[in-house]
């Protein structure tokens, strides 16, 4: 697949909430994914521990009241989302949550990504 047929398949994934497949269809093994510096999950290598920071994120949610997803913009070998969710959390209660999430593919695969949102 090309950078676009892997940034639309993930859009696709993603409004439909099959975040775990598309880590599995979509992510190289060593994939290597960013949080903001500070957060928890700063940075995570590798595609069976984003598979387990993806999950953990599942499970702390209690509820998703609206979520979305855009369309992505494509650049060569990169592409970015805007993905927005309002959700109460079994730790945190009711929050909305706005980012700005990057993409690389190589050979077919997203091997990096990144996401930018405000903490707290």
Request: hydrophobic fraction near 35%; proline fraction near 2%; include cysteine.
């Amino acid at each position: 697949m090309n950078t676009q047929e892997v940034a639309d398949k993930l859009v696709q994934l993603c409004r439909e909430g099959k975040h775990e497949q598309a880590i599995d269809e979509l992510y190289a093994d060593n994939v290597v994914s960013k949080e903001p510096k500070g957060s928890p999950m700063e940075l995570t290598e590798g595609k069976d521990a984003v598979k387990k920071k993806t999950i953990q994120w599942e499970e702390s949610v209690e509820e998703i009241h609206s979520s979305s997803c855009s369309e992505p913009i494509v650049a060569d070998n990169h592409f970015a989302i805007v993905m927005n969710i309002d959700a109460t959390y079994k730790a945190h209660g009711r929050m909305a949550m706005s980012e700005i999430c990057v993409y690389e593919v190589k050979d077919g695969k997203i091997v990096a990504d990144e996401f930018f949102y405000r903490m707290g």
